[in-house]
C-alpha cells in the first residue's frame, strides 16, 4: 500500500518568513498529487495540483510545490508567509492510470498533516 | 455552484448504535469518497461511489457501509457503534473519480462522537 510521509508536525514561523513544507510518497508508478488546507474552522480546500506537464507547479495565495520524480517528493514553498496562512496542510497522492479495483485503496491517500502558526 | 454539503454537522451517538451520515455532491459530480479523519490516524479513506456503485473501499470493518442514489446524493451507515468510530467523517466529490486525474472537492464533515 501506498504511504505519504510529511515530515513536519508542528511548524512556527514569524511573518515574512519563508516556508517549505516536506511530503514524500512511496508509489513508484504514475501519480496525482496534492496540497490541501485546512483553516481553522473550515473544510478542507485545495492548495494546489499535480497531474502531469511542468513539475513545478504554482496555487492559490502563492503556494507553490515542486514535483521531483527521483525523490518521490512534492514540496510545498511559500517564499512569504503571512498570518493567515496559519492552518494545517495535507499533501495527498493518489495513484494514476489505475482502474478501479472494486477492491483496493484507491482514493486518497494523505499525510498525517502539518499545523503551521504563523506568529505576527 | 454550491459546495459539497453534508448532513447532520454534529452528533452525538452512543455504543452500540448505528449512525447515517449523508451528502450531497457539487451538481454535476457523480463520484463521491468517503473519509475517515481522527487525530491520532490522519485521514483515511473509506470507500467510493459511482453510479450508484461502490468502487473503491478502503481498510475498514464492514460495519463501515454506503450507498449512493441515482442524484448521485450519497449516505455512509455506522453499525454497533464504538468508541474509536468518533472522529470528523468528510465527504468529498469529484466529476469521474476512479482513474481520472482530477480534484475532490471535500465538505466540511460530520462530526461524530460516540460516548
Known amino acids: 500500500a501506498q504511504s505519504v510521509s510529511q515530515h513536519n508536525h508542528h511548524v512556527i514561523l514569524s511573518e515574512a518568513a519563508s516556508l517549505e513544507l516536506g511530503c514524500n510518497y512511496s508509489?513508484?508508478?504514475?501519480?496525482?498529487l496534492f496540497w490541501y488546507v485546512q483553516y481553522p474552522g473550515q473544510h478542507l480546500q485545495l492548495l494546489l495540483k499535480?497531474?502531469?506537464?511542468?513539475?513545478l507547479v504554482k496555487g492559490i495565495k502563492g503556494f507553490e510545490a515542486e514535483f521531483i520524480k527521483s525523490k518521490f517528493s512534492f514540496n510545498l514553498r511559500k517564499p512569504s508567509v503571512q498570518w493567515s496562512d496559519t492552518a494545517e496542510y495535507f499533501c495527498a497522492v493518489k495513484q494514476g492510470n489505475v482502474p478501479p479495483s472494486g477492491g483496493g485503496a484507491d482514493g486518497l491517500t494523505f499525510g498525517k498533516g502539518t499545523h503551521l502558526i504563523i506568529q505576527p | 455552484k454550491a459546495g459539497v454539503t453534508q448532513t447532520p454537522r454534529y452528533l452525538i451517538k452512543t455504543r452500540g448504535q448505528q449512525v447515517t451520515l449523508s451528502c450531497s455532491p457539487i451538481?454535476?459530480?457523480?463520484?463521491v469518497s468517503w473519509y475517515q479523519q481522527t487525530p491520532g490516524q490522519g485521514l483515511q479513506f473509506l470507500f467510493e461511489?459511482?453510479?450508484?456503485?461502490?468502487?473503491n473501499k478502503g481498510n475498514f470493518p464492514g460495519r463501515f457501509s454506503g450507498r449512493q442514489f441515482s442524484n448521485s446524493r450519497s449516505e455512509m451507515n455506522v453499525s454497533t457503534l464504538e468508541l474509536g468510530d468518533s472522529a470528523l467523517y468528510l465527504c468529498?466529490?469529484?466529476?469521474?473519480?476512479?482513474?481520472?486525474?482530477?480534484?475532490?472537492?471535500f465538505g466540511p464533515g460530520t462530526r461524530l462522537l460516540v460516548l
Open positions: 499535480y497531474f502531469s506537464g511542468d513539475p
Open positions: 451538481s454535476g459530480h457523480r463520484s
Open positions: 508509489y513508484g508508478g504514475t501519480v496525482n
Open positions: 468529498a466529490s469529484s466529476r469521474l473519480g476512479g482513474v481520472a486525474p482530477e480534484t475532490q472537492y
Open positions: 461511489y459511482f453510479s450508484e456503485t461502490q468502487r
